[in-house]
């Protein structure tokens, strides 16, 4: 796909929020596919086994510096899908980037933790190994089309300390300090994504985004008024635009009780939250949020925000 296909609309919110110098390059990575990318799950496998049985079947593997238990595919002598790690639960096929919010979710054996948009499993299934299956994940999915993806990925990954709900996300503001956890990978306008994918592309509007927006916030309210008093409330979105980013977090820091705590993530580039938009000047502590740039971090763009409940 080339870049002149990616709306004028889009390039001129994104040069708002990233320096002129850099435009090109991210025009090029947000057309680009990054690499193909998995993690092991420690629950059916160990990174080491697993990593010298595909590279036996020829893949080519990278050690991703940002995450133990994940691998950038440099070259494949099949798919990914059709390996024996695959169908017996050792490697789970996933963005680099999405593999990130759990890594400062930071769950622990026995906690109780909330998934509040969860399919097709990606970090269900990713809390569930940090958790060592024990504990309790509710992972919560409003699509019932989207929920077979998830149950299949829970049983071919061996989690057993999960259980599906099938709720709009807003009702769990009526479970108040419920939670040790929380983890919101925001429904998005996927925007990092989207130019890569023709039938998302034609979806996309400022008027998409604003809706998205609303929705966003909606489900960040129920996050944080289920979780309990100290709580870790992830916020994170596949997403370029402020309005679904940082101006979520400025409005919940206005409304609720809650920190930003600073994230960082080992060997990777990262960028901060922007602390003015649109002549908007939002909450100093909005910087501590996390911005990764295709072009910066060889990965898909993503937003994430640590939360803390006061």
């Not at 090109?24 to 629950?43: G, H, Q, W, Y």
């Not at 909606?218 to 289920?226: C, H, Q, R, V």
Request: proline content about 4%.
């Amino acid at each position: 796909m080339q870049t002149h296909q990616i709306p004028n609309v889009f390039i001129e919110k994104v040069k708002k929020i990233l320096p002129e110098k850099e435009l090109e390059d991210f025009k090029n990575a947000l057309v680009e596919s990054p690499l193909k990318s998995f993690r092991v799950n420690s629950l059916r496998g160990e990174v080491k086994a697993v990593k010298e049985a595909l590279e036996a079947k020829g893949f080519e593997l990278i050690p991703m510096p940002f995450y133990k238990q994940g691998f950038f595919v440099k070259s494949f002598s099949m798919s990914l899908g059709n390996t024996l790690e695959h169908f017996l639960g050792k490697i789970y096929v996933q963005d680099a980037s999405s593999m990130l919010p759990t890594i400062p979710l930071n769950a622990e054996e026995e906690d109780s933790i909330l998934d509040l948009a969860a399919a097709p499993g990606s970090k269900t299934t990713q809390i569930a190994a940090d958790m060592n299956n024990t504990g309790l994940i509710i992972a919560n999915e409003p699509n019932q089309k989207r929920i077979k993806a998830l149950q299949d990925n829970l049983e071919r990954l061996g989690i057993v300390n999960t259980v599906i709900t099938r709720n709009d996300g807003r009702f769990f503001r009526k479970m108040p300090e419920s939670f040790d956890k929380i983890l919101l990978d925001a429904p998005c306008s996927l925007e990092g994504t989207m130019f890569k994918d023709e039938k998302i592309k034609h979806k996309w509007s400022h008027n998409f985004v604003i809706g998205s927006a609303r929705l966003e916030y909606d489900l960040l309210k129920a996050a944080i008024t289920s979780a309990k008093q100290g709580a870790t409330i992830i916020y994170s979105t596949c997403t370029i635009s402020p309005e679904e980013n940082e101006l979520i977090i400025d409005k919940a820091l206005k409304e609720f009780d809650v920190r930003v705590e600073k994230v960082s993530f080992e060997n990777l580039n990262t960028s901060q939250g922007i602390t003015e938009y649109n002549g908007i000047e939002l909450d100093k502590d909005v910087k501590r949020c996390v911005r990764i740039w295709p072009h910066k971090s060889k990965t898909g763009a993503f937003f994430l925000t640590k939360l803390v409940k006061e």
